[in-house]
C-alpha cells in the first residue's frame, strides 16, 4: 500500500482527497495545524510546513510516494492583513517540502496546488491554456507563481518530481462560507430554516466564473499523480464560466418564499474570485482522461442540502 | 541631506557604496547582521532583514528616502550547504522590506540587486540584454528571480518605486579570496612575500568573464536610484569578457620568481561564476550615462596592492 502524504488535510479539499485516496487503496498522512485531525482514520500529524527539520522528520517516519502539498495561506483576507506571514507560510513552506525531497531517497511525486490567480487577468477571448501569459495581480497568486518557478528549478537541477496544478475557483459541500457558492447557498439554507429574514446579501453577481467541483478537482489531482508528468503544469477547471446570477436564482429557487437580494459592496473582493478567467483543461484530459464529471446544479443541490444539515 | 539606507553594509560593496553615498552628501543608514559596523561614521543597526517588526522600526527611526538592498546570501557554497535558510533570507528578507516600504510614509526608491545568475546559460552568441530568457540553474539566481517577480508586484500593485539590477560579476580590491580574482591576487602576493611555495592553486581559466570593478558597480547602483525607472530592471556590466587566462598571466607576472599552475578540481564551482555569460549595459547607459571607467589592469593592480597591505 502507497503512502500518500497530504499537506492542509484538514482544509475542505485535503479532506475530501484524504477519504478518496483511501479510497483508492493509500495510507493517508496528514500534515495540518490544528491540534488534530477532523478525520478519525489516518496518521495524522500537528506541524508547521515551514519547520524544515520536523519536516524531513516527518518525511523520514513515513516515506510518502506521493506528496500533495496543499497547504498554504490562501484567503486573500488573510494575506490583506498578513502579507509577510503568508508569503512565509506559501513561500518557505514549499521550499522546505523540496528540500526534503530533495534529501530523501523515496522517490516521491510531489503534487504542488497553485492557482488560476499565476495568469494575467483579464485573459484572451479564449479559455487560457497553460502556455498564457503568467503576471500575477494579487498576493495569493503571486505567491503561488513564485513557488511554481522555485519549484521548476528543483525539477531542471535536482530532479524532483514536481507536478503543478494551476487550480481555478473550487466549490462543494462542506466548503466555507467566505466562498460564494457556500455564502450564498447558506443564506438561502438559513432563510428556508426560519433563521434569516428573507433576505440575500450578495456581492457581484455579474461575472461568469470558472467553477469546478471539489470533487472533480481532487480526482483530478489524483490522475496527475497518476498519470502526469514531471515539471508539467495543468490548469484544473471547467472550461467554461458560470453565471452568478445563474447560481443566484437557482440557489433562491430553493425557498418557497421570496427573497430579495441586498448588494453589499464589502462582500466584492471576496466573491470576485478569477472573474472572468475561463480555463482550458485540453492538456490535463489528453494526458490523464480527466474530465469534470459533476454539474453545477448537482453541486449547488449538494451544498445546499450540506448547509440544511449543518445549520447551528 | 537625504538619508540612504544600505542592507548589507558590512559587505565588500556595501562598504564601498556607503562611502560613496557619504561623498554624495548623503547620510547613512547600514544594516547587517554582524555587532558592529565596519564604517565608523555611519548611522548602524544591527539586524535581521527578515525580522520585519525590526525592520518597520528602522524605517520609522530613520526615514529613507534611498534604500539600496544588497543583503542577500550570495555565496554558493553556502546555498549548497543551508538552501532553506539562504532561500529564507533572500526571500523574506526583500519582502519584509517591500511591505515595510509599502506601510511607510516616505516614498522612498529602493534599489534592489539582482544577479546575471538569473538568465539562462548558455546565452546566445551576443551579450545579453534584459529581455533575455530569465531561467536560472543556480539557489542564487533563482531565489532572485523570484524576488525580482515578487518585486515586480509590488511596484504594479502597490506602486512601489523598486528598480532591479541584474549585475554581473564584479571584484575589487577589499573584496574577499573566494571571489577568482581576489583569490589569485592574494596567492600572488603570498607568493611574492615568500609565504608560499611558487604554486598557484587554480580552477577553471578557459572561461571569459564579465567581470566589472566594485567601484564602477556602487556608481551604477548610485546612478539608478538617481535617474533610473520604477520596475526596470537593468544588468550592470562591463559588456565584454576577460579571460581568465589573461587575468592569471596578469598577476603571475607581477611576481619575479615563475609561479607554477596547479588545476584542482574542487576550485572550478566557486570560480566558474557566470561563466561564458556576457552582458549589455546599453539600457543602463542610456538613461543614467553610466559606462564603466575602470580598465581590468588596474582593478588587477589595485586588488594586487591591496592583498600585499593586508596579508597576515
Chains 1, 2 share one sequence.
Not at 12 to 18: D, E, I, K, N, S
Request: with cysteine.
Amino acid at each position: 500500500m502507497s503512502v500518500a502524504l497530504i499537506t492542509g488535510v484538514n482544509g475542505f479539499v485535503g479532506r475530501l482527497l484524504a477519504k478518496s485516496l483511501s479510497a483508492h487503496n493509500r495510507k493517508i498522512v496528514g500534515i495540518d495545524i490544528q491540534a488534530k485531525s477532523v478525520l478519525p482514520d489516518i496518521q495524522y500529524y500537528k506541524a508547521d510546513i515551514c519547520d524544515i527539520d520536523i519536516m524531513a522528520d516527518i518525511f523520514g517516519k513515513t516515506q510518502p510516494q506521493e506528496i500533495y502539498h496543499l497547504a498554504a495561506v490562501s484567503s486573500p483576507s488573510y494575506f490583506h492583513t498578513e502579507p509577510f506571514n503568508s508569503f512565509r507560510i506559501n513561500l518557505m513552506g514549499s521550499i522546505s517540502l523540496f528540500e526534503v525531497m530533495k534529501k530523501s531517497a523515496c522517490n516521491s511525486v510531489m503534487l504542488a496546488v497553485g492557482s488560476a490567480k499565476q495568469y494575467q487577468e483579464p485573459a484572451g477571448a479564449d479559455p487560457v491554456t497553460e502556455s498564457g501569459i503568467l503576471n500575477p495581480s494579487g498576493y495569493y497568486g503571486v505567491s503561488k507563481y513564485a513557488v511554481e518557478m522555485i519549484g521548476r528549478y528543483y525539477v531542471q537541477q535536482h530532479n524532483l518530481d514536481i507536478r503543478f496544478t494551476r487550480s481555478f475557483n473550487h466549490t462543494g459541500p462542506g466548503q466555507a462560507d467566505n466562498f460564494v457558492c457556500s455564502d450564498w447557498a447558506r443564506q438561502v439554507a438559513l432563510i428556508a430554516s426560519g433563521m434569516q429574514k428573507p433576505e440575500i446579501s450578495v456581492g457581484n453577481t455579474k461575472a461568469a466564473i470558472d467553477f469546478t467541483d471539489a470533487r472533480d478537482v481532487i480526482e483530478a489531482y489524483r490522475l496527475i499523480v497518476q498519470n502526469g508528468r514531471k515539471g508539467e503544469a495543468y490548469n484544473v477547471c471547467n472550461g467554461k464560466g458560470i453565471d452568478l446570477k445563474y447560481i443566484l436564482d437557482y440557489l433562491t429557487k430553493k425557498c418557497p418564499s421570496k427573497i430579495s437580494i441586498c448588494v453589499k459592496q464589502e462582500k466584492f473582493d471576496v466573491n470576485a474570485a478569477n472573474a472572468g478567467l475561463i480555463g482550458n483543461y485540453d492538456k490535463l484530459h489528453k494526458e490523464t482522461g480527466w474530465s469534470p464529471q459533476i454539474p453545477i446544479e448537482k453541486t449547488l443541490d449538494d451544498i445546499y442540502a450540506w448547509w440544511i444539515n449543518n445549520l447551528t
